[in-house]
């Protein structure tokens, strides 16, 4: 799915951790990404030359981290086909033609349950 965009996804990150949020747009809820390691953590490069490889292995693993929290989002968030914003399964229902957002079953006067309660 690719309803999860750099805009939503923020970055949590430290030299030593990966790590990435997202605020659902209905209840302002903030969800964190497992946190993962960089393989480097700790390690002080010694030279120039290893900084910059220290640098590339950063930013590849970032990526990775990257992907991996998108996936993990995907099974929590989901976007509304009504407004299109991104939602939490807390505020995003099932209904009878069309799940949508908790704000939008309000306005169109439809009724459903959440994917899943708090």
């Given at each position: 799915m690719d309803y999860i965009s750099d805009k939503l996804l923020e970055d949590c990150s430290t030299p030593e951790l990966f790590q990435?949020?997202?605020c659902c747009s209905?209840?302002?809820?903030v969800w964190k990404s497992r946190p993962i390691r960089f393989t480097r953590a700790g390690v002080k490069p010694k030279t120039e030359g290893k900084k910059i490889i220290f640098?590339?292995?950063y930013d590849r693993e970032k990526v990775v981290a990257r992907e991996l929290a998108v996936k993990e989002a995907e099974k929590?968030?989901?976007q509304c086909p009504i407004c299109?914003?991104?939602v939490c399964d807390h505020?995003?229902?099932v209904c009878d033609e069309l799940d949508m957002c908790r704000a939008c079953a309000q306005k169109l006067q439809e009724t459903g349950e959440p994917?899943?309660?708090k």
């Amino acid at each position: 799915m690719d309803y999860i965009s750099d805009k939503l996804l923020e970055d949590c990150s430290t030299p030593e951790l990966f790590q990435f949020s997202i605020c659902c747009s209905e209840c302002k809820e903030v969800w964190k990404s497992r946190p993962i390691r960089f393989t480097r953590a700790g390690v002080k490069p010694k030279t120039e030359g290893k900084k910059i490889i220290f640098k590339t292995l950063y930013d590849r693993e970032k990526v990775v981290a990257r992907e991996l929290a998108v996936k993990e989002a995907e099974k929590i968030y989901s976007q509304c086909p009504i407004c299109h914003r991104l939602v939490c399964d807390h505020c995003f229902l099932v209904c009878d033609e069309l799940d949508m957002c908790r704000a939008c079953a309000q306005k169109l006067q439809e009724t459903g349950e959440p994917v899943k309660e708090k």
